[in-house]
């Protein structure tokens, strides 16, 4: 108990630590290329998401999670993995060749073909990084996949920035991606030492498929559901509306995203380790709950209300519809580190059915609602949006209560105080700091006002979580 408690700590220190420097360097990156091409260049690569992001988690096939869910896993199981994976990729790469002039056609860009051809060569890399990604992952390997990412990011930062200060344009941010999952692959063989051998016994596959099919069909809808807005505004406004609306959305991943897969290095592997104890997997739950909410209501909600002064001081006033847009989407990716949280409880169960129809439910039910609401304008369709996924929240609840008897009481109780004190305090500051003109005293004010009242007043209420993190982290 000892143990999983400091592997746990431990993996969620690393994650915070290896994620805020991911964040600060990808938004580093991101101001230079926001400040070098246009909103019609975002939107080019952004319709293109979803295809490539789709054949990736065919691709993947759920490999990682049930690598991750047996009992023991040998040489064998990985060797597996990597021909199948491998495999597919190259099939679905020849497809998605094929059909790149039917994407040019539907969004009437003829560039879409020669530019989709070149980044999905992305996905075919990034399957031969699977096997040791998921060595990684099973041994909770937090550090080392930490830095194997740091590493990426920079090399293909400074790739896409250089190409697109020398004129490229969007293609720098193809070949970012393109350089990012290159370098991904290189590292995690360098770190893991594993590597594919012959011949290849596919009877792990079988083994897994039952799991990992439900896994795929999931990865894939989620995909759909995080690129499905950009994709809709694509065939119903301009690239340069996309653009924005991308612009605000990758701000908004990167908030929650911080978060949220700080917790997916720890919280699969360790649910799946309590798994046998539904009395213990519950508690340990409710406190990742805890330090979830204690984390992300604040940093998301504080976002919300700095949109502006962020999005004009960094990528300048030439996007300031985003800032609109993006302070809307943090209000959902408060939301989002929770519903993980949820979500991969489930998984640990091995219920990898609930997961998947009901990501298929909540893309099917945005689908629809989003288009209807297509007549009444952008602003409408966008709310309906947020709305939707918000709600879902409590769709994720509701399976886990099923599962392992969370009641609704205990659950707001855990959350309650972060998200209404948070809540409270970015209001505040909003009306407070509403007659400063200047936006760097706007955004310093709002920023030290939330970030010293709210530690402070949890301080005074007792806050174990708050406690219990600052212990840890002092004593390391």
């Keep these: 108990m000892d143990n999983l408690k400091e592997k746990t700590a431990q993996g969620l220190l690393w994650g915070g630590i290896s994620n805020g420097i991911q964040q600060l360097l990808s938004l580093l990156f991101g101001i230079f290329l926001a400040r070098l091409l246009t909103q019609a260049d975002y939107g080019l690569v952004g319709v293109l998401t979803v295809f490539s992001a789709t054949a990736s988690a065919l691709q993947e096939g759920g490999f990682i999670s049930a690598l991750n869910k047996k009992k023991e896993v040998s040489h064998r199981d990985y060797n597996a993995v990597f021909w199948c994976s491998t495999l597919i990729s190259v099939c679905l790469y020849a497809l998605l060749w094929l059909v790149a002039p039917l994407i040019a056609n539907f969004y009437e860009e003829p560039i879409l073909t020669p530019l989709s051809r070149y980044l999905f060569i992305g996905f075919v890399i990034s399957s031969l990084n699977i096997a040791p990604r998921a060595y990684l992952f099973r041994h909770l390997k937090v550090k080392e996949t930490s830095i194997i990412t740091i590493c990426s990011i920079i090399i293909s930062g400074i790739i896409g920035v250089t190409m697109a200060a020398n004129g490229y344009a969007f293609w720098g941010i193809a070949t970012q991606t393109i350089a990012y999952v290159s370098c991904m692959t290189i590292?995690?063989?360098?770190?893991?030492?594993?590597?594919?051998?012959?011949?290849?016994?596919?009877?792990?596959?079988?083994?897994?498929?039952g799991f990992s099919s439900k896994l795929i069909i999931t990865n894939v809808f989620n995909i759909i559901n995080n690129n499905l807005f950009s994709n809709i505004l694509g065939k119903f406004?301009?690239?340069?509306?996309?653009?924005?609306?991308?612009?605000?959305?990758?701000?908004?991943?990167?908030?929650?995203?911080?978060?949220?897969?700080?917790?997916?290095?720890?919280?699969?592997?360790?649910?799946?380790?309590?798994?046998?104890?539904?009395?213990?997997q519950l508690r340990v739950l409710r406190k990742m709950l805890r330090f979830t909410a204690f984390i992300s209501f604040p940093a998301m909600f504080g976002l919300s209300i700095v949109s502006k002064e962020v999005i004009v001081i960094t990528i300048t006033e030439r996007w300031i519809e985003s800032a609109g847009i993006l302070s809307l989407l943090c209000i959902w990716g408060a939301f989002v580190p929770l519903s993980s949280l949820f979500s991969n409880l489930i998984i640990s169960r091995g219920h990898s059915s609930i997961y998947m129809w009901c990501t298929i439910s909540l893309c099917l039910t945005l689908l629809v609602a989003v288009i209807a609401a297509s007549p009444l304008g952008f602003q409408w369709m966008l709310r309906l949006f947020i709305g939707i996924n918000i709600l879902w929240f409590f769709v994720w609840f509701w399976f886990v209560r099923k599962?392992?008897?969370?009641?609704?009481r205990d659950m707001l109780l855990d959350i309650a105080p972060y998200i209404l004190l948070a809540a409270a305090l970015t209001l505040l500051a909003a009306y407070i700091t509403a007659g400063i003109s200047n936006l760097y005293l706007s955004l310093l004010a709002k920023v030290a006002f939330v970030a010293i009242l709210y530690p402070l007043i949890l301080w005074l209420a007792g806050s174990h979580i708050l406690k219990e993190s600052l212990r840890y982290i002092l004593k390391k």
């Design 187 to 209: 590292l995690c063989y360098a770190v893991t030492r594993w590597h594919p051998t012959l011949p290849v016994d596919f009877t792990p596959i079988r083994e897994m498929i």
């Design 237 to 280: 406004y301009s690239m340069s509306v996309v653009g924005n609306f991308s612009q605000a959305n990758k701000w908004n991943q990167m908030g929650h995203n911080l978060i949220t897969n700080m917790l997916y290095g720890v919280a699969q592997p360790v649910f799946t380790k309590v798994e046998d104890d539904k009395e213990r």
């Design 403 to 408: 599962e392992i008897g969370l009641h609704l």
